[in-house]
């Protein structure tokens, strides 16, 4: 059986002016910056696509750089927690902005996505 491409663990994306992933310990950090709405929205997903790829991810979206946060980015957010949940992981958000703290509540999301306010430390993989 071989398995299909979304059950297997990707490269991010080249970084672009809107979005950018790496890893702190075992978390995979998605950092979203800037405008996010219709035509920049694609950009994020393309992120969060290959974050969510594989199995049980652990993945925190990065908001703290966004200045301006539409539907179209809540969209492309719990498209990425519904892979993540699949997958039997999960997806938070990042974020310190009260303007955003609203959004997510007035669209009934704050519970979806356990809003932290930081990135937590990283700690480091154990290996047997």
Known sequence: MTPDADDRAFEPPAANPHARTRT??????VEIAGEIDLA?????????DAATAGLEPDVLVDLRGVDFFDCSGLR???????????????LRVVLDEPRLRRLLRAAGLWDRFSPLPAIPPAIPEVRD
């Open 76 to 90: 492309v957010l719990c498209r990425a927690d519904s892979r993540a949940r699949e997958r039997g992981g999960r």
């Open 40 to 48: 920049t929205a694609g950009l994020v997903a393309e992120h969060l």
């Open 24 to 29: 702190s310990g075992a978390f995979t950090v």
